[in-house]
């Protein structure tokens, strides 16, 4: 199975959540070195609403495409898995195992998984060629995942600073991205 679409059933199919009592399991390694495909990577600054409380400030989070080494499984990825980021409250773990969930079992997920396709039919490339558009992504998606209702990287729920450069050439390219999804 290529790289395509080993992300396109990890994104769209699956949510891999930390390990729990039952269910299919599988068991990533990640190595700093292939971190975000190669280095295609953009650094930024982002801010996070949930209902009921202030804004969270994330200062300096990289945004881009995961590169994960399967080291145990059921054999569904192979030996790599491509993925990015949907909890920006979560750090990501070096290693561990992670359950196999169906996306329809997992219930954020419900009322966006149609623009999270949308999005990934649109723009993803597992060979993005640019931080930028890999960094586009990324921004997209959290956007889809924490404020559905605007789809504004300029605020809302979540939003990513453009100030100073901030993610340079990925914020605009994702609120492109996101404009054509409400079209």
């Not at 769209?12 to 280095?39: D, K, M, P, Q």
């Not at 998984?113 to 949308?118: A, E, K």
Request: one cysteine or more; charged letters at 15%.
């Amino acid at each position: 199975m290529n790289a395509a679409m080993r992300i396109a059933i990890t994104m769209i199919g699956l949510i891999l959540v930390s390990v729990s009592a039952h269910g299919s399991t599988i068991s990533l390694s990640f190595e700093r070195s292939t971190l975000f495909n190669n280095g295609l990577s953009e650094v930024g600054n982002i801010s996070l609403t949930e209902t009921g409380g202030g804004p969270t400030a994330f200062p300096r989070v990289e945004a881009g495409e995961f590169r994960f080494n399967v080291t145990s499984g059921n054999g569904m990825f192979g030996d790599e898995l491509l993925g990015f980021c949907i909890d920006v409250t979560e750090a990501l773990k070096s290693s561990g195992e992670y359950s196999i969930v169906a996306i329809e079992d997992y219930e954020p997920f419900n009322a966006i998984i149609g623009w999270i396709g949308n999005l990934y039919d649109s723009h993803y490339s597992n060979n993005f060629g640019s931080g930028g558009a890999a960094a586009a992504f990324q921004l997209a998606l959290w956007e889809i995942i924490y404020d559905p209702a605007s789809f504004n990287l300029n605020g809302g729920d979540f939003s990513a600073t453009d100030s100073t450069n901030s993610f340079s050439s990925g914020h605009s390219l994702a609120s492109t991205w996101l404009s054509s999804l409400n079209d």
